[in-house]
């Protein structure tokens, strides 16, 4: 099961409850820019096109709560156009997506809502957006532990790991190879 079948599915399943045309998970690299986007309802078209981050999408970095824009074109903070290939966004629901640190590391958002959104529209995405960076943030951790586990299965020396009562609950390869036992 990889993170993008992952965010694949939370996409699918809120867009969903939400009822919007489209949706959008995107994720910031450390810089802020975006380093990977999942969309529904629409596709990106190559990844030269991913939006630079300027006019809506830069307040929605910014902002801690969510965002709800009922006509985006006439917003004041609208910058005039949308990034070649996307779709036009008539209203917006967005929300941020938050590391275990409580920093800002991607943003879940909806377009094109017929009626528009409503307070339980908000209330359903903060309460996805939390499901989501819980999981984002379990998924890095197992990610790091699994590369750790790869370095110490494939360092020289001898490496096991015992219990509190002094039973063997791991050993790496070079400890098989060194001891003939596994």
């Keep these: 099961f990889s993170i993008d079948e992952f ?11 939400i009822k919007a045309e489209l949706a959008v998970i995107a994720l910031y690299d450390d810089k802020g820019r975006f380093k990977k986007i999942v969309t529904h309802g629409t596709e990106v078209k190559a990844p030269d096109a991913l939006p630079d981050g300027k ?3 830069e307040v929605m970095h910014l902002v801690l709560a969510p965002m709800r824009i ?3 074109p006439e917003h004041p903070v609208f910058g005039g156009c949308f990034p ?12 941020p997506v938050f590391s275990g640190e409580k920093k800002i590391i991607g943003v879940f958002y909806f377009g ?19 499901d989501l960076s819980v999981a984002l943030n379990k998924t890095e951790k197992l990610m790091q532990m699994m590369r750790f586990r790869q ?21 790496n390869r070079a400890f098989e190879t060194v001891t003939g036992y596994s």
Excluded: H, M, W
């Design 70 to 72: 009922d006509n985006v």
């Design 151 to 171: 370095i110490i299965d494939s360092a020289f020396d001898v490496i096991l790991t015992t219990d509190a009562n002094g039973y063997i609950t791991y050993v």
């Design 7 to 17: 965010l694949n599915q939370i996409i699918g399943n809120a867009s969903r409850l």
């Design 84 to 95: 070649a290939g996307s779709p036009l966004i008539k209203n917006l629901l967005a929300y």
């Design 112 to 130: 094109n809502k017929q009626g528009g959104f409503t307070e339980e529209d908000e209330d359903t995405l903060k309460a996805i957006s939390a």
């Design 55 to 57: 006019g809506i999408l």
